[in-house]
């Protein structure tokens, strides 16, 4: 029996009424041909837009036959990488990070930068859908030839990053792209994944709305190489300094980090442009003073030590859930525990066990 997705060799595919025949033609193609490795990669070192899409579609599928062609591109893009500055931008939900990001962008691209955004949207945990808006709110840099804008969705990522953000960087920097941002979804789950793989990491907070003082836990302000009060415009530039003053007391509560560089706090109104510029001198003083110091190079050889340990452990709870046995007793396991027959702890040690992982 077929599934009703697919199609016998005889019969045509089934065809929406109102679907233009030849773009389902071309759909149809694109299907059944092979992904060539050689050509994308030959493509993204050329500087084809399309062909970058392509490989980062090709690095974030879950298809079993997708994933040693993805590690085969991502291997020949490694020597041509690691020249761009990674920039990670977070904040809650309605803080302004996509409107920041393309003020931010438009500016370096002003200044001769190509411009990589790796946008992450939420993925809902009910229909695991996300809404991918972010070329929508970023119509403006969306335009320029220099600049390429990829949203994807978290999944079931922790982080507020995409599964395959890392990967994508690579493959950016690979296509000529001097500055990398990525926006985080910014849901206060766990930014170290975030931070794990940036040069810089900005903080986009909000005043007046009760945003202050989530600012002044711990974990968030270490990672912070800069605080930014977005909206500081109209009748909340007042309310934006105070919020800045807050911050720079909060800051002083803490050691030096061992980069040696002190947080600054900035306003910015991303609507109108104000402080953008402020922004970009920031970091440039930053990465002056973390090449000269050695904390520059020391990060980037940890977060690859950090990648090493994250790609096994992807590849052991992979691994894990599609091991034949675990497929098999995993459901009655489940039923077990809801039935209170064992407790979690008894079927996770059974179930390591019988997938020899233990």
Request: some cysteine; charged content about 20%; hydrophobic content about 40%.
């Amino acid at each position: 029996m077929t599934s009703h997705n697919s199609t016998s060799k005889n019969q045509s595919p089934i065809i929406p009424s109102g679907t233009n025949q030849k773009a389902m033609d071309r759909f149809m193609k694109l299907q059944q041909k092979e992904v060539s490795v050689p050509a994308i990669f030959e493509a993204i070192i050329a500087k084809k837009t399309t062909a970058l899409s392509q490989g980062i579609t090709l690095v974030e599928s879950t298809q079993k036959k997708h994933y040693k062609k993805a590690q085969q591109l991502i291997e020949k893009c490694l020597p041509y990488s690691n020249k761009a500055i990674r920039i990670g931008i977070t904040g809650v939900p309605g803080v302004g990070k996509s409107t920041c990001i393309e003020a931010l962008g438009n500016l370096l691209i002003q200044q001769g930068k190509k411009v990589a955004v790796l946008a992450v949207d939420p993925s809902s945990t009910i229909s695991g859908g996300s809404i991918l808006g972010d070329k929508t709110r970023m119509e403006l840099l969306v335009r320029s030839p220099e600049a390429f804008i990829r949203p994807s969705p978290s999944g079931k990522s922790l982080g507020g990053v995409a599964r395959k953000t890392r990967e994508s960087i690579i493959l950016c920097e690979a296509a000529g792209y001097d500055i990398i941002i990525i926006e985080t979804v910014g849901v206060g789950q766990s930014e170290t994944v975030v931070h794990s793989m940036v040069d810089f990491f900005l903080l986009l907070k909000l005043a007046g709305a009760g945003d202050e003082l989530q600012g002044i836990k711990r974990g968030i302000i270490e990672m912070a190489d800069a605080i930014v009060i977005n909206k500081a415009d109209g009748d909340n530039i007042k309310a934006a300094l105070e919020a800045k003053s807050q911050f720079k007391k909060a800051l002083h509560l803490y050691p030096i980090a061992e980069s040696n560089w002190s947080p600054e706090v900035h306003t910015c109104s991303a609507l109108t442009n104000e402080g953008i510029d402020d922004i970009w001198k920031i970091i440039q003083t930053y990465l002056d003073t973390t090449k000269k110091n050695g904390f520059f190079e020391r990060n980037r050889i940890r977060q690859n030590e950090f990648w090493l340990v994250q790609t096994i452990e992807e590849q052991l709870k992979h691994s894990f859930y599609n091991h034949p046995k675990i497929k098999e007793t995993l459901p009655s396991q489940l039923e077990a525990i809801q039935q209170q027959k064992i407790t979690p702890f008894t079927a996770a040690a059974y179930l390591l066990e019988i997938s020899k992982l233990s």
